[in-house]
């Protein structure tokens, strides 16, 4: 079994005449919460998509457990991208049984998993309503439940509490936790520092497509003096370039 899940070997992509990334290398360790961190047009959502086949890397290589990524290999992975996108006018249960099946689970399993989810979201209450008419926050709960279903091996979660209140924020970190306390590996882009410094193993913070920093939290943490992260952050992006 590979030590890193994830790899990225000297990755470069171009959009016309604009460089997103440059020759970036970093690493994912299995069974760590890795934080992708940036300003917004950094290049983080690129990664991903680039990483899941959606876009051609102009050079280099990605790979999950050592081979391009393929929808019907080994991994089991849940995206949940920063585009939010469900069948807004299915009722919550349907939807959710439906995207359950499509991971492997019978509708059975799909819709028990689903309810004892929705009782743990606050949602339980919703099961029956069409998705367009819950908040946008609802939607969110929902699509993370979606993407959490069936325990995946990778979690990618492109800014998964954007929009939340406090409360739901922290509900939201213990659902993460608990998937990290059962050994998955999640991949975790945010800009909500505080949420980095408790979740995250290790960080890559992007600049102009390179790596501004790498490392533990710990690590990067020291090389800028003791700093907390968004301290760092804003050293790094303080009214320069594509802060």
């Known amino acids: 079994m590979n030590t890193f899940i994830v790899t990225v070997d000297g990755f470069s992509i171009s959009f016309g005449n604009t460089q997103v990334i440059d020759n970036l290398s970093f690493k994912v360790k299995r069974g760590e919460t890795f934080g992708l961190l940036g300003s917004n047009g950094s290049g983080k959502t690129t990664i991903i998509r680039t990483l899941l086949g959606i876009y051609i890397p102009t050079a280099g290589s990605l790979t999950i457990d050592g081979e391009p990524f393929d929808v019907s290999g080994d991994i089991k992975l849940g995206y949940l991208p920063e585009e939010r996108g469900l069948y807004k006018k299915e009722k919550v249960l349907d939807v959710m049984i439906y995207f359950g099946k499509l991971k492997g689970l019978s509708a059975d399993e799909a819709r028990d998993w689903s309810l004892g989810y929705l009782s743990k979201v606050e949602l339980a209450d919703k099961a029956n309503t069409k998705i367009d008419k819950l908040s946008g926050g609802q939607q969110q709960k929902i699509q993370l439940g979606i993407t959490i279903m069936g325990n995946p091996e990778l979690l ?31 991949i975790f882009i945010t800009h909500q520092m505080e949420e980095v410094e408790r979740l995250c193993d290790r960080i890559l913070l992007l600049k102009n497509g390179q790596a501004a920093a790498y490392g533990s939290v710990q690590e990067v943490r020291k090389k800028f003096g003791g700093k907390n992260l968004d301290s760092i952050f804003i050293e790094i992006y303080g009214g320069r370039d594509d802060a």
């Open 156 to 186: 990618i979660l492109d800014e998964p509490t954007k929009g939340f209140d406090p409360i739901n924020r922290r509900l939201l970190m213990d659902i993460v936790e608990q998937h990290q306390s059962k050994g998955a590996t999640v």
